[in-house]
């Protein structure tokens, strides 16, 4: 009853030329093939579908007609930086509650805390961990078992040569993501070979 | 006749899945129901319990319902509900969602019937992903006085057994399906997000029966890249889901100790009303009684029965009277009610505002990026197809 997967041979490959081009085109400085998350969607409105050069990842790099593999890693390329965003959207909103929470116990009245609701879990009168509703604020993670950041962020840690990425950009960022999900030790080292000569980083 | 028999089996049918009450006892809280064996993480629902229907589209003005807090109670209950399911550990992730656009195996939704410090009545129906009702239940429970005693107080909500109960029908429910039927309706919700991002791609995997329920026509590859793509951006939307559950958390917290308060001292003067009512009442039927009865006996020939009768009609007026203090000192506990409700309503409603404004600009954020990703799922569908399209004409020059 599965289908067959559509696009499975060359999609790494795909992949790979897809971020050298995108590489090429930060580096003629126009920015436009990589795109960021806040460019996201107008840039994908710009292209309905075009294959004859004329997509933004493809004026940047000022190269031929693009596949449609080549297609798709690009566009994937600006799905993953729309994660990133989406990202640090949420980690922005996870510190914005966390010092919320934090200037929140700093106004509760030492009285409130000790005559008031217990704060946190505890083991309940039928046997279960039992977690009264809001008590003590903001422990919502109750019920959120598990997860934290989505899995496929970062699965392969970076060699010892590669920095921090503190002052990575777009496309860097999206080889160094791209490197750190990579299965395959060979195409892993190729791709941070490509973030090593984009950065300017002597192997 | 066999029409007739099968007509009255329907009607018995229907009777009997049609909503039903449940009075839960409040003094009794039942424990948590937990599975007989430990299901396969990939048989585990997820389960989110929508934002209650506050209840306020039939609300009266001389009901004493304040609106506010109402909305509060539509935020502070579903998670109560969702802790209990989450400690019975027959679930996966129990999450308060707030909005039904959100994809999960199970959806629950309620609706606030009756609240106050006395009684509690929630209407309840759950669905999962097929569209197969689980429940549809009015659920309603008396506080007992022992439920607002400092002791119990701190342990659990005076109306635990609520939650327990409903806990517990639907962990029963669950345990009635088998655990393929099970990883159905999660292949099914997986189905259903990823056809909400990329309908192109993934419309022809899922069909209804003609019953309406919602079955698996086919399947896509493990490995499909499109699905890989949709199952990055549901451990997103999950991220998104979690994060929001600290505001409700935090909501709760906040909301915990003046709400609880409120709930005390409306029981205490509920009571207090109802007693003083049913006295009142009493007073009154039983002084008028005795006025008339004395009135009977004045008009008796027998001066006994003329002096008793006088007696009759004093005591009957003093009744009568204490009856209509009483009713005027149930008037104070009606405004004493009214009067704590409107206090806490000022004091939770900027909480309420807030958790509002917080869920809503977050929510619309992460449209935002839906929507974008949507598009680009598009386009990546149709780069997808302009890459097999032209392999027919390599056969065909």
Not at chain 2, 248 to 262: D, K, L, T
Not at chain 2, 283 to 289: D, F, P, S, Y
Request: hydrophobic share 35%; aromatic share 6%.
């Amino acid at each position: 009853m599965r289908d067959n997967p559509t696009l499975d041979p060359g999609t790494l490959a795909a992949l790979e030329a897809a971020m050298e081009a995108a590489a090429q085109g930060g580096n003629a400085g126009t920015g436009e093939g990589a795109g960021t998350g806040s460019e996201t969607g107008a840039a994908s409105g710009q292209w309905p579908g075009d294959t004859q050069g004329s997509s933004p990842g493809n004026a940047g790099a000022g190269t031929g007609p693009l596949t449609p593999a080549e297609q798709v890693a690009i566009l994937d390329a600006r799905l993953e930086a729309g994660a990133g965003d989406f990202d640090t959207m949420i980690l922005e909103e996870q510190a914005r509650q966390r010092s919320a929470r934090r200037a929140s116990s700093d106004d509760t009245p030492a009285s409130e805390s000790a005559g008031g609701a217990p704060a946190g879990g505890r083991e309940g009168p039928y046997g279960e961990d039992i977690t009264v509703a809001g008590a003590g604020g903001g422990r919502g993670s109750v019920n959120t078992p598990g997860r934290s950041a989505p899995a496929n962020t970062a699965r392969y840690p970076a060699p010892d040569d590669i920095p921090s990425g503190n002052d990575d950009d777009v496309v860097a960022r999206q080889l160094r993501e791209a490197a750190m999900r990579e299965p395959d030790p060979a195409v892993r080292e190729k791709l941070w070979d490509e973030y090593r000569k984009y950065k300017g980083l002597t192997p | 006749m066999t029409t007739a028999r099968l007509a009255l089996a329907a009607l018995l049918l229907v009777t009997l899945t049609a909503c039903v009450n449940q009075t839960v006892k409040t003094s009794a809280v039942p424990p948590l129901e937990r599975p007989t064996e430990v299901a396969p993480e990939t048989a585990l629902l997820d389960v989110g319990v929508l934002v209650f229907d506050p209840g306020l589209d039939e609300y009266e003005e001389d009901q004493q319902i304040y609106p506010e807090v109402r909305k509060a109670e539509a935020r502070f209950m579903p998670r109560l509900l969702a802790e209990a399911m989450q400690n019975s550990g027959a679930w996966g992730a129990v999450r308060v969602i707030p909005s039904d656009r959100q994809t999960v195996d199970l959806l629950v939704r309620g609706r606030i019937v009756h609240s106050d410090g006395e009684t509690l009545e929630l209407h309840i129906v759950a669905r999962d992903a097929r569209g197969a009702e689980w429940l549809d239940k009015t659920y309603e429970a008396n506080a007992s006085k022992y439920a607002y005693a400092p002791t119990t107080r701190t342990s659990y909500d005076p109306f635990q057994a609520i939650y327990h109960t409903i806990a517990n029908d639907l962990a029963r429910q669950q345990e009635s399906l088998t655990l393929a039927q099970r990883e159905d309706i999660r292949l099914i919700t997986e189905l259903q997000f990823a056809r909400s991002f990329s309908p192109e791609a993934f419309d022809g995997y899922l069909s209804e029966n003609r019953k309406g329920v919602v079955e698996v026509s086919r399947l896509p590859a493990d490995d499909d890249p499109m699905l890989e793509r949709i199952r990055s951006i549901r451990e997103r939307d999950q991220l998104f889901v979690d994060t929001l559950q600290e505001h409700y958390g935090y909501f709760s917290g906040e909301m915990q100790v003046p709400y609880q308060e409120w709930r005390k001292m409306s029981y205490e003067e509920a009571i207090a009303l109802q007693e003083l009512q049913a006295e009142s009442r009493r007073n009154l039927i039983a002084g008028g009684a005795a006025i008339l009865a004395g009135i009977y006996a004045a008009g008796s020939s027998e001066r006994s029965s003329r002096a008793a009768g006088n007696v009759a009609i004093i005591g009957g007026g003093y009744l009568l009277k204490s009856g209509l203090e009483k009713r005027a000192e149930a008037q104070i506990h009606v405004a004493a009610l009214e009067e704590l409700g409107m206090s806490l309503e000022a004091e939770i409603t900027p909480q309420v505002i807030e958790l509002e404004d917080r869920t809503v600009m977050l929510s619309g954020n992460v449209e935002e990026q839906y929507a974008q990703w949507r598009e680009l799922l598009a386009d990546i569908y149709q780069a997808e197809v302009g890459l097999l399209e032209p392999l027919p004409t390599v056969d065909n020059p």
